[in-house]
């Protein structure tokens, strides 16, 4: 339950303010379609994020040890710095023919690979070794940060400063890597 309950944590806050979270603004502003842009986030996440914490999963497998939860901490850490940057919105393109469900399905794929999220989809599952909590977890973090996006718009992220959730986002980052790397030199 950790890993799931802690993977929420992580991806919710450090989404938002993200650039998929202003991706599906966009998206939604754009198709004024919620339903098919929600299914398509969902379809696109759990894709990315299955790779990515699969991929972390081996890592972790094939490196262990002190010297691996140092790294892991201090990927943590970075990740805090990361956040603190502020992203650029991304414009996902014209409508595609396919339909919404596709168009935001493959904008939201491929403008996840190498975010944050996916990143820390990768660390966790490193720090957990499990694949399919972490993406159940991240998954449900991108989803609690993306819907309301689609349904609320650019009123979400008038309401909660952006540079504050980065502060917040990088805080918990930092905490976590901190935590790793201190378990790590007490072992």
Avoid: C
């Avoid at 994020?49 to 262990?64: D, E, K, M, N, R």
């Avoid at 449900?140 to 309401?159: D, R």
């Avoid at 540079?163 to 976590?176: D, E, H, M, P, Q």
């Amino acid at each position: 339950m950790e890993a799931i309950l802690t993977s929420i944590a992580v991806v919710a806050i450090a989404e938002i303010g993200d650039k998929t979270q202003l991706l599906a603004i966009v998206l939604a502003a754009r198709f004024r379609k919620p339903i098919p842009i929600v299914l398509g986030i969902l379809a696109a996440t759990l894709l990315n994020h299955a790779v990515a914490a699969t991929f972390g999963y081996l890592i972790a497998q094939w490196l262990t040890g002190e010297t691996f939860q140092i790294v892991l901490g201090v990927a943590f850490i970075a990740m805090a710095a990361w956040a603190l940057v502020p992203d650029k919105q991304e414009d996902p393109g014209k409508r595609s023919s396919r339909g919404i469900f596709v168009a935001t399905l493959i904008a939201f794929f491929l403008v996840e690979i190498g975010d944050k999220t996916q990143i820390a989809t990768s660390l966790l599952a490193a720090q957990f070794h499990n694949v399919t909590l972490v993406t159940i977890g991240t998954t449900a973090g991108m989803m609690l940060a993306n819907v309301p996006a689609v349904y609320f718009g650019e009123a979400v992220t008038k309401i909660i400063p952006l540079k504050f959730v980065r502060t917040a986002a990088a805080l918990i980052f930092a905490a976590i890597g901190l935590w790793v790397v201190l378990a790590a030199v007490a072992l």
